[in-house]
């Protein structure tokens, strides 16, 4: 994409985000958007790890209860700024993903996918289980609003602004990431392994920033949704499924699209919203769509349009060549 | 009750939960070795095979060994139409997309099942009426021998079919070189078919073995179904040997730890499989009979 195709899709964005909540002019749906923001913030996070990396996380709902949690237990506990928690919460996902990535990332396969799924599970059955500390099945409650410059984020339309300047710059670090230095080392390894290697590309390391960058932001986009919701606990949006859901999200996007993650995180999020209404079908009707558009579209939802224009494109250009 | 006969039914209980966890198991190897991928939708054959196999019984009311028969049929049906209308039209798109499939093949099947049979758990009556006897001083449950008996036994006709029949030699050699296999006549397509079709039937066995120990419902395939996977990665993804060691290893250890373990730690007992799953790739990523599939950089 030339850079000035980049400036107008920018300026498109940030425009269709300044003028979303006033055209919505509905709590309950910019409430929604705010979710599709942070489901966005981790699915960019997680493509940059699958389809930059080629590394698959089955946990990833578990960096982002990590961050929920560390920020609702520090400011419901010890009275700590938000931010401060926050910015806790996400050193402490970057840990325990440095831990879990260490041993996996120097493995050739998908090693990290099974570690990632065990520890999702082990993070959720201790937040069920310690409830002295996280409050168990009920979670924990009263979790302050955010406030920006003295300024208290107390309502819908505030935060969302708020969520989606955090999505833009989501999408800026990702983007000038895999355009950089690191980017270019991840395409290689993704183009063949040893190649990458013999050019001097330190492949479990470079797997591994990315990794903990994408654990960084799942805890990132927990941190938010405590304090959106002023309520966590361990299940939703916390738990194996939402790790799931957000695999979804990143390959109904698009995998190696990062605006096709934010694709991707609001057709689940809308999608269960609409499908609610559908009773006890929504779960089936959710199961067969996935399926449909991946056998359909397997490249994703933005994948799959990229090409379609491309292939137009080409047919064009040979129609004009002969 | 003495310690070695509280052992000895905490190692009974282990052995037929561990029985079931190495039949999911086993089907999750099956796939794997026909393609690669992991089947997300394992736990989902389990459920069919359960809730199945309580309507023909208790609904229908047919006897119990026809009522199991047609369970197990009725889910190797389900998972050949998974491989048709699911799997097939997505193989070209690589091994993540087939993946993310099975993810949506076993969400749609959970949303049937619930459609179906409700979010109630139903029980299964145990096999045989008499529920409890004694050995060695140790209560167990008779349902605990009919699943360590049934499992042996499927595992007999497993290791006969992989080692005499002509289908199962044709497996065997798919999931060791697809294109040697596809060379001298066995069609990657067909081992796919019945790898699913195999799956399936495992998962129902298990289902309908485990019903009147645990109820049947709904749900009950997403935790027993990322058991067996945690069984599948202890012993070696692909291995059958492996399947069955990791799953009765993962089970006994399951049934120890939550019997023996500290007041108040007991609800921890369903991480013990994922701490395994944790130790195994940390220390040893290849499971304990896995063939060094795990090349370090």
């Known amino acids: ?322 | 009750m003495t310690l070695g006969s509280q052992t000895l039914q905490f190692l009974i209980a282990g052995l037929s939960v561990g029985a079931i966890y190495a039949l999911i198991a086993l089907g999750f190897g099956v796939i794997y070795n026909a393609t690669q991928i992991v089947n997300f939708a394992q736990g989902e054959f389990v459920m069919l095979g359960a809730l199945l196999t309580v309507t023909l019984h208790h609904s229908a009311h047919l006897p119990l060994p026809l009522a199991c028969l047609l369970a197990v049929l009725g889910v190797v049906v389900v998972g050949v139409l998974v491989e048709r209308l699911a799997i097939r039209p997505v193989r070209a798109a690589g091994v993540l997309a087939m993946i993310i499939v099975t993810i949506g093949v076993s969400i749609a099947l959970r949303g049937i099942a619930m459609l179906i049979w409700g979010k109630e758990h139903v029980p299964l009556r145990p096999f045989s009426s008499v529920e409890v006897v004694r050995l060695g001083g140790a209560a167990v449950l008779t349902q605990s021998l009919w699943v360590i008996g049934i499992t042996l036994a499927v595992m007999a006709a497993l290791h006969l079919f992989y080692s005499r029949a002509t289908l199962g030699k044709a497996m065997r050699a798919a999931a060791i070189t697809r294109e040697g296999a596809a060379l001298v006549g066995i069609s990657p397509g067909a081992t796919v078919f019945w790898s699913f079709a195999l799956a399936g039937g495992l998962g129902a066995v298990a289902g309908l073995l485990i019903a009147p120990i645990h109820m049947a419902a709904y749900g009950m395939g997403t935790m027993l179904g990322l058991k067996g996977f945690a069984a599948a990665i202890l012993g070696g993804i692909g291995s059958s040997v492996g399947a069955i060691v990791g799953g009765l290893a993962l089970g006994v250890l399951e049934a120890m730890g939550a019997g023996f373990a500290p007041a108040g730690l007991g609800g921890y007992k369903d991480a013990f499989a994922f701490i395994i799953l944790l130790i195994v790739l940390f220390a040893r990523p290849a499971g304990l009979f896995g063939g060094g599939g795990a090349g370090e950089e």
């Open chain 1, 1 to 322: 994409m030339s850079p000035r195709w980049r400036v107008v899709l920018w300026l498109a964005f940030g425009a269709l985000v300044a003028a979303l909540p006033p055209i919505i002019a509905n709590d309950y749906y910019i409430g929604v958007a705010v979710f599709v923001g942070i489901g966005a913030i981790a699915a960019i996070g997680l493509n940059l790890l699958m389809g930059y990396a080629g590394q698959v996380s089955l946990g990833h709902a578990a960096f982002m209860a990590i961050g929920g949690f560390t920020s609702a237990i520090l400011t419901t506990r010890t009275g700590v700024s938000p931010w401060i928690a926050m910015a806790c919460a996400l050193l402490l996902a970057s840990a325990v993903a440095t831990l879990v990535g260490i041993p996996t990332l120097k493995l050739r396969g998908h090693y990290l996918a099974m570690a990632t799924l065990g520890v999702g599970m082990i993070v959720t059955i201790i937040l069920t289980q310690w409830d002295d500390f996280t409050g168990g099945t009920s979670g924990l409650t009263d979790i302050p609003y955010l406030s920006l410059a003295g300024v208290p984020l107390d309502n819908d339309v505030k935060y969302f602004y708020l969520v989606w300047a955090l999505v833009a710059l989501a999408l800026l670090l990702s983007s000038n990431l895999i355009r950089s230095r690191v980017g270019r080392a991840l395409r290689a390894l993704h183009t063949g392994e040893v190649a990458a290697a013999t050019c001097g590309v330190d492949i479990a390391r470079t797997k591994l920033r990315v990794f903990v960058l994408s654990a960084a932001l799942a805890a990132l986009a927990g941190s938010l949704y405590a304090h959106h919701v002023h309520f966590v606990n361990p299940h939703n949006p916390f738990d194996f499924s939402f790790s799931i859901q957000l695999v979804v999200m990143v390959v109904l996007g698009g995998l190696a699209t990062l605006p096709g993650s934010v694709v991707g995180a609001a057709t689940v999020i809308l999608l269960g919203e609409y499908l609610r209404s559908l009773g006890d079908f929504d779960v089936l009707a959710f199961g067969v769509i996935l399926a449909l558009v991946l056998i359909f579209l397997p490249r994703g939802i933005v994948g799959g349009a990229a090409s379609l224009l491309q292939a137009r494109r080409a047919a064009g250009g040979a129609a004009q060549e002969s």
